[in-house]
């Protein structure tokens, strides 16, 4: 087997843990949307996910989580419900990917087993590229309407608007570290499967069947 195959699945395995821990990182953030305001320049707040804080010119952090889900708006609902399925969807890929690689001795060594990692690599790479786009959805949806009500002409000038925050760009991060990874365990799947077909497949030999000894003479006897 050529180190490339070994080399794209470690890579692709390698940034699939990353983008899952950066999707985690993301969910759980506070920091989706920031704002401050020039009437409090020693208060800034911050919107997250499951809760929204305060932070003081001093380093105090007050945190306060949403009363209930009804009463939320539709962008943090969705972004909600995404970000929790792309880290199931991660996750699942993360597992049927680690068993899947050649350097994890999981199998046998027969045809059908080689299948099966193959098989799950394969899966392993499609979650990741669907984790990807689950997770790039919300955090681009989220930036879209923030830009869009940072240039509203009807509000005036004078009320705060949010701003992007630190948790939108290790979502943008974990979204392309998941497309990434995806790629890569597809890819792998592909050179492997090329590889195989190049190799010529020794043709068993026919099975000789022993034929009846030939009729003596009666003089052969004698």
Known sequence: MEPSVHALELSGV??????????LATTLMSTWLTLSTNLLPTESYELGLWETCVVQDLGTLECRPYDG????PPDI????ILMCAALGTGLLGLLL??????VVNSCHGSLEDLQCKRAMKMAGGALGLVAGILVLIPISYTAHLTVIRFFDESVPEVVPRWEFGDALFCGWTAGVLHLVAGTLLLTSC???????????VPIPLARI???????RTRSEYV
């Open 77 to 80: 609902k969705l972004a909600r």
């Open 69 to 72: 889900l009804l009463g939320l």
């Open 97 to 102: 990917a680690i068993p899947g690689m050649h």
């Open 209 to 215: 069947r022993p034929g009846r000894p030939p009729m």
């Open 190 to 200: 592909l050179c492997l499967q090329k590889e195989n077909c190049n190799t010529p």
């Open 14 to 23: 390698f940034f699939s843990v990353g983008a899952w821990l950066c999707s």
